[in-house]
């Protein structure tokens, strides 16, 4: 394998693997996109040649939840979006689509332009998700500005964390009804904030102040409820909607049901949620029980199998991690009240591993299930197919070369993610990339991490993705009409 950073690379003697097929043949990219896809091209002068001989050729995997350096409960995350989308190079992933969330009351297109500002040191590609966290005239018309100027084309709603980011149902209302006349994807945290509060407070009552007390704050029917509410809500209104982070047998039921009943709506879980059950808040250790802090948090085993079934059959179509990293520092700000605990888990460098691993290789998915599940399904849900997502002439080169007989065991150790733990510790693994490439250029290969800071690019997603129109002939043809009596 050469190793120069010249704009033409070629793959070759892998099989590709997409979303809907799987073949031998070489991949070439020239200025970071994909020229040809077949069988035994000629090496043009000056290329780097990447042996993908034994291995998969897939398009590299996006992450459509991440929280690069967010400021969140009094501390900021310790992954910022260059440290962020290294060690997702690291683990094969190419894009993320990261969250702007503003201050309730603040102006949102501030709020934008102070994350593109951050995000600029990104090493891969990125976009961005605006949460809706208050609502007046010019939050209206910011939606707009947003999806006209600045490819946005999702916007998301925290329906958890009361007298902070939470939306009650006059916010949701406004903004789904906003969103549908925009052709953008409300997305939503489902999680019932007042629930959560009150149970919070409880629990702070009895003198239950460890970390043990937070999956107690935010049972499964906590979520279930939100997550139906939102999906009734949105039927109503006649958009398209999307669940990140689905960690429960109720909210996946939620959506099954919307989905029988004819409507759009979509889920996403996390990688975590698959694999990491709640009883890692009784260990004995606070820095191990407080490191996996998040919400909503891991559940009973039970829940796990529902999820993964959930992947297999449809009704769920996207893998995250919801990557919102805190050190041991950080979470002990909430060693004598679990409340102050700062929310949130890693794992960008490590989803498309574990999900190989559990998934391909036990059988629960077949390789391009992994594809649609990592990459594909979220680039069409968002509008940004067959760019990414996909291996065809045309599209991005954000591509991984997978060698499904490389072994690692995860750990914080070796991890390239700037925090102190891993939720995936000891957990050994087969199948990771052996080469990563972020448009066209070698950016990890063979344990050599060869992330370029700001070279990633901010991705626009045109709004009125497929489903859209489909809405909207629904609605038209289910619009009110009244009798008319002469
Ligand atoms: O605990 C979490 N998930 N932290 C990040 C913010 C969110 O709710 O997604
Ligand atoms: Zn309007
Ligand atoms: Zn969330
Ligand atoms: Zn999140």
Redesign the pocket.
Do not use: K, Q, R
């Given at each position: 394998m050469t190793t120069s950073t010249s704009a033409r690379t070629l793959i070759r003697g892998g099989t590709v693997v997409t979303a809907d097929q799987t073949f031998r043949a070489d991949v070439y990219a020239e200025d970071g996109v994909i020229k040809a896809v077949g069988p035994d091209l000629d090496a043009p002068s000056d290329v780097t040649v990447v042996d993908a001989g034994g291995c998969y050729v897939m398009p590299g995997g996006i992450d459509p939840?991440t929280?690069m350096q967010?400021p969140?409960m009094g501390t900021v995350?310790s992954d910022d979006f260059y440290t962020g989308t290294a060690a997702g190079l690291a683990g094969g992933t190419t894009m993320i689509i990261d969250?702007v969330?503003p201050n309730p009351k603040q102006n949102v297109m501030e709020a934008y332009r102070t994350w593109r500002g951050w995000a600029e040191k990104a090493a891969a590609d990125y976009s961005f998700h605006v949460a809706i966290t208050w609502w007046d005239d010019s939050v209206h018309a910011d939606m707009g500005a947003l999806v006209r100027e600045h490819g946005v084309n999702s916007f998301k709603h925290?329906m958890?964390?009361k007298n902070a980011i939470m939306c009650d149902d006059e916010v949701l209302v406004n903004s789904f009804t906003r969103a549908l006349e925009l052709g953008a994807m409300p997305t939503v945290?489902a999680?019932n904030g007042e629930l959560v509060f009150q149970l919070q407070k409880q629990l702070l009552a009895r003198g239950l102040t460890g970390p043990e007390a937070h999956p107690l704050s935010r049972p499964t029917a906590v979520e279930g409820e939100a997550a139906n509410r939102a999906i009734q809500i949105a039927k109503v209104l006649g958009v398209p909607l999307y669940i990140?982070?689905v960690s429960c047998r109720e909210a996946l039921e939620a959506i099954a049901r919307g989905r029988m009943d004819g409507h759009r709506v979509y889920g996403e879980v996390l990688a975590g949620h698959l694999l990491v059950d709640d009883s890692v808040y009784r260990h004995p250790d606070f820095e191990v029980a407080a490191a996996h802090?998040?919400?909503?948090p891991f559940r009973p085993k039970e829940h796990q199998a529902a999820l993964w079934h959930g992947l297999q059959s449809g009704t769920l179509h996207t893998t995250a991690t919801?990557h919102?990293c805190f050190c041991a520092p950080q979470k002990a700000a909430g060693r004598h009240d679990f409340t102050r605990i700062?929310?949130?888990?890693g794992g960008v460098e490590d989803r498309m591993a574990v999900l190989w691993h559990h998934g391909v290789n036990s059988g629960r998915l077949t390789m391009n299930e992994f594809v649609k599940v990592t990459s594909a399904n979220a680039a069409q849900i968002f509008n940004i197919y067959p760019r990414k997502g996909s291996i065809a002439v045309g599209a991005d080169a954000d591509l991984v070369v997978w060698d499904p007989a490389a072994t690692k065991t995860i750990s914080a150790k070796t991890h390239h993610q700037n925090v102190d733990y891993n939720i995936f510790e000891g957990m050994e693994v087969t199948g990771l990339p052996r080469v990563t490439l972020t448009a066209g250029r070698v950016a990890w290969q063979d344990g050599d991490l060869r992330a370029v800071r700001g070279a990633g690019r901010y991705v626009n997603r045109p709004a009125f993705a497929p489903g859209f129109d489909a809405a909207a002939k629904r609605k038209e043809a289910l619009k009110p009409r009244g009798v008319d009596r002469g």
């Open positions: 939840h929280h967010l969140f995350a969250f969330i925290f958890a964390y945290h999680e990140v982070h802090v998040m919400s909503p919801d919102c700062p929310n949130g888990t």
